[in-house]
């Protein structure tokens, strides 16, 4: 009969995202430093966006279809992405600067901003953003702004 192997091993767990530096090197965090809450992620699409337009500006890539293969996507979910950015500035600025959500699921996501991007009158789109943030309610955190 053959004898069980044991391994040992010490293992070490870290914290992944704010703080987790401070973890990793064991001080303390402060609790007014810990995050409150999470983006939402329209908003980190939003960031997205424009860092796949200053990539094309640059000439780093060529086309969406270059951007698919390099982000693991496909070419539609790009072009969806890519769609904010024909948001008016001034709701592009809204959602990057969303507040925090605390608890649940997102309350805007990229298809409800999906209508409101594909109209090509700012002034419509701001009409329709108005009553789809409306839904920014109590799930969220303005502790950020």
């Known amino acids: 009969m053959n004898s069980p192997i044991i391994y040992e091993a010490e293992l070490t767990f ?5 703080g987790a530096r401070r973890v ?7 609790e007014d430093e810990l995050p409150v809450g999470r ?11 424009i860092r ?24 539609a979910r790009v072009t969806q992405i890519m769609n ?15 507040p925090e959500i605390r608890k649940g699921r997102d309350p805007i996501s990229v298809r409800d901003m999906q209508p409101i991007a594909l109209t090509a009158n700012w002034k419509h789109q701001r ?13 969220v955190s303005t502790d950020s702004q």
């Open 39 to 49: 983006l939402m992620k329209v908003t980190k699409l939003m960031a997205l966006a």
């Open 14 to 18: 870290e914290r992944r995202g704010a």
């Open 127 to 139: 009409d329709m953003w108005r009553e789809l943030s409306s839904r920014l309610g109590p799930n």
């Open 84 to 98: 904010l950015r024909l948001l008016a500035p001034d709701i592009q600025e809204a959602i990057l600067f969303a």
């Open 52 to 75: 796949f337009e200053e990539l094309i500006a640059d000439g780093v890539v060529t086309d969406y279809a270059e951007l698919a293969r390099l982000s693991l996507v496909s070419r």
């Open 24 to 30: 990793a090197t064991g001080d303390k965090p402060d």
